[in-house]
Every structure is written in structure tokens, then in C-alpha cells.
């Protein structure tokens, strides 16, 4: 209770079938090019972020003898993630910084000017793949990988 909930890997079932299925054998994590799938709590698999960012190769899907771990259809999003930026943002905070910028693949986190302050940093949830690569990079871990809230 109060916990965050993990982030399983790209593909993965729902929460409470992938717990059902996945035997923890760990052969996604092994699979995993990037090294970025971890044994996270009870010996699932999870993402962490800090160790870098996905580049959906699906090597863990490939790897899933169960079967919890699927590739995403073509031309589907493999989660539904998106960078967030939290206070502790240098850039928010008027300190010039652009580290997330340059680790963004596909350019979806921009800098707005501001009048006598560092440029802001904005993101383009539709461009932003989710990768989590501007995660590790950031000097004061102020970037998360959320679930967009959907306007009601």
C-alpha cells in the first residue's frame, strides 16, 4: 500500500496476469541487451530507469517462455509512459541544464525561452516514446516515468 507500482518490461501482460504467469526465471532480464530489467520485488521482473533507457528491441519478449512479455503490434506504443519533470528540475529551478534534451532520442523534451531565466523544459507527450533515457541522465533524478493522466 503506497507503494509505486513497478515497471514491467515492454509488452508485459497486465499487472495481475503477468504476476500469475511470469515464473521469475529471469531469462528477460538475461535477454535484456541494455541491462536496464532487474529483479525487482518478490523476484519479478522490472525496468529500472537509473541503469539507462529501453530501445524496445522486444530481445525480452523473444525470451518469455510464458508468455507475459509480448511484442507490441506494429505501430503501438509498448507502454503508455511518458517523462515527467518533478520541482527539483535545475532548468525549472532558473539553473541552466539541458542533459534530458540531449539524451532524448526522439526530441520530444524542447527547451521554451523565459525572460531572465534558464529555458524551461517542455515535453511533447506524443513524440516522447517512453524510453526512460533521460531518467539516469538527469544530475538531480527529477525526471520520472509516469502514466499521463487522461483529461475527463
Known sequence: KGRVPPV???GASEEALFVDGCTRCGACIAACPER???KGRGGFPEVDFMRGGCTFCVDCADACAPGVIVRPSTGTRAWPLVASFGEACLAGRGVECRVCGEACEPRAIR???RPAAA????LDQARCS???ACVAVCPVLAIAMTVPEVAA
Open 8 to 10: 514491467r518490461p515492454p
Open 36 to 38: 536496464i530489467i532487474v
Open 111 to 113: 527547451f521554451r525561452p
Open 119 to 122: 529555458w524551461a523544459p517542455v
Open 130 to 132: 517512453g524510453c526512460g
